[in-house]
């Protein structure tokens, strides 16, 4: 269904299509006309589906801009996501002028003061982050109309819930609440039954949410073998942007430093950097600066930068919903995209939940070889080479070969510039920390054993938990 079709005011129109969108996705088509009526919605539908514009024009319709005070909060996991959504809801609003600002942990509290006095319709913030606020009474919830709740169960996964009851509480009765979640886990049905009014349902399907324009790949890699193993992926496929995800935070650190060693444009991206390197990290990525950016899952999360044409799965995915977030990140806007997963021999039990869970098949291929990473490197060089010559970007350097070809002989020639050409690769002396693999455990431990998670990281080192409270943070 196209936009022009949803009966969206002029002015949302407008800002629809000055951002390049005409047909609606289906949580759009699907939540607009219910959210625009002003009932409570529970969405299930992942990342990457549009929930950012299904949310956001109805709140923009409702709010007042000449309403001095916040009439719309939508609370995030990460600082990143609340980054995201507030800049694509000051897209989508500034035809109305209406105004967002984000507030999250990690970022300069007299800085977000100030942008609060500006006065806008809309605040976007993490949970931590929002309660610091309205106990400086530097946001006043009374006002608020609307409370949208984005990536729920990650909020329920980082420990937040109990802040967001507290938060739920103090935000007048009389609002319409929005809630997005992959999954709906008791928890959440328990926060949806106590502070939504009977709210209507609206999914897409997990077939749908497995991205269709995303080759699927899984190579057998034993953990010892997966530096060297990315590097040949790397040369053989030639990424214009990839996005590596790890485990860990050590890891994160480890492989980036790894790869930059290598020659390779890397930089890595976790909850224990300042806020001020994360966005450094990530405006260099959308620039090109960066190729290959390497992220825990948490830290990934909200990250929409197009052009994004590969994902690798340096660690297996803790779960299906991980998964499909991880290959969402390419694959979009009609965009051809490719996923591959490094699974240790005991994972491939994981990948094949991973298959039944979301209805696909992940096809196995072999780690290219030595040989074949090199010759695509050769391949690439002789057509820059060719461009080259065919853009007569060679123009005045005529004597200069003509020297070269009388002292060598042509074959020489030709293939000391493709040498040139060819970016040269380095050894590494970085060396990976191992991190032990994802098994599928088929049998519950014995009666009167303590029971663990059904899949889990037996001796996983922390898991990125964003800007979660300190008070609840958990090692993994």
Do not use: C
């Amino acid at each position: 269904m196209k936009f022009a079709e949803l009966d969206l005011p002029p002015y949302l129109l407008k800002s629809v299509e000055q951002m390049g969108f005409t047909e609606a996705t289906a949580i759009q088509e699907k939540i607009l006309p219910v959210a625009r009526e002003g009932r409570d919605v529970i969405g299930q539908a992942q990342t990457g589906t549009g929930k950012t514009a299904a949310f956001g024009l109805p709140i923009i319709e409702n709010v007042d801009p000449e309403d001095p005070k916040v009439q719309a909060l939508i609370l995030t996991p990460t600082r990143e996501l609340a980054v995201q959504v507030s800049e694509e809801i000051n897209r989508l609003g500034h035809t109305k002028n209406v105004k967002s600002v984000a507030v999250y942990g990690g970022a300069d509290m007299g800085r977000q003061i100030r942008e609060l006095k500006s006065r806008p319709s809309i605040i976007v913030a993490t949970p931590g982050r929002y309660m610091d606020h309205t106990r400086r009474r530097t946001i006043r919830p009374q006002s608020i109309r609307t409370v949208v709740l984005d990536e729920a169960d990650e909020m329920l996964s980082m420990g937040f819930i109990e802040d967001i009851e507290t938060i739920l509480e103090e935000i007048p009765n009389q609002r319409q609440t929005l809630l997005f979640s992959a999954t709906m886990p008791n928890r959440l049905k328990t926060v949806a039954d106590r502070f939504m009014t009977e709210p209507q349902t609206v999914s897409v399907k997990a077939k749908a949410m497995t991205v269709s324009n995303t080759e699927q790949l899984v190579t057998k890699v034993p953990e010892k073998q997966k530096l060297s193993a990315l590097g040949r992926w790397i040369d053989f496929e030639a990424p214009e942007l990839a996005i590596i995800f790890g485990r860990t935070k050590r890891r994160v650190d480890e492989l980036s430093e790894a790869l930059e060693q290598q020659g390779y444009e890397a930089a890595g991206i976790h909850g224990d950097m300042k806020q001020a390197q994360r966005t450094n990290v990530l405006n260099r990525f959308k620039k090109g600066a960066v190729k290959y950016l390497v992220a825990t899952d948490v830290a990934a999360r909200g990250i929409d930068v197009t052009g994004v044409t590969h994902v690798f799965n340096f660690d297996m995915p803790q779960d299906s919903e991980s998964y499909v977030h991880r290959i969402g990140r390419t694959g979009r806007a009609g965009q051809s995209g490719k996923a591959i997963t490094f699974a240790a021999p005991v994972e491939m039990d994981h990948i094949e939940m991973i298959e039944k869970a979301t209805n696909g098949k992940i096809k196995r291929v072999d780690v290219p070889s030595d040989r074949e990473a090199e010759s695509a490197r050769q391949e690439r060089a002789a057509e820059e080479l060719s461009k080259i010559i065919a853009k007569e970007g060679h123009h005045g350097l005529e004597p200069m070969a003509e020297r070269l070809l009388q002292e060598h002989e042509s074959v020489t020639v030709v293939a000391a510039a493709l040498s040139m050409l060819q970016k040269g690769k380095r050894e590494t002396t970085k060396k990976l920390t191992g991190e032990p693999p994802m098994v599928h455990r088929k049998k519950r431990k014995p009666a009167g054993k303590k029971q663990g998670r059904h899949y889990q990281n037996r001796r996983g080192g922390r898991r990125d938990r964003g800007s979660a409270p300190q008070g609840r943070r958990r090692s993994g």
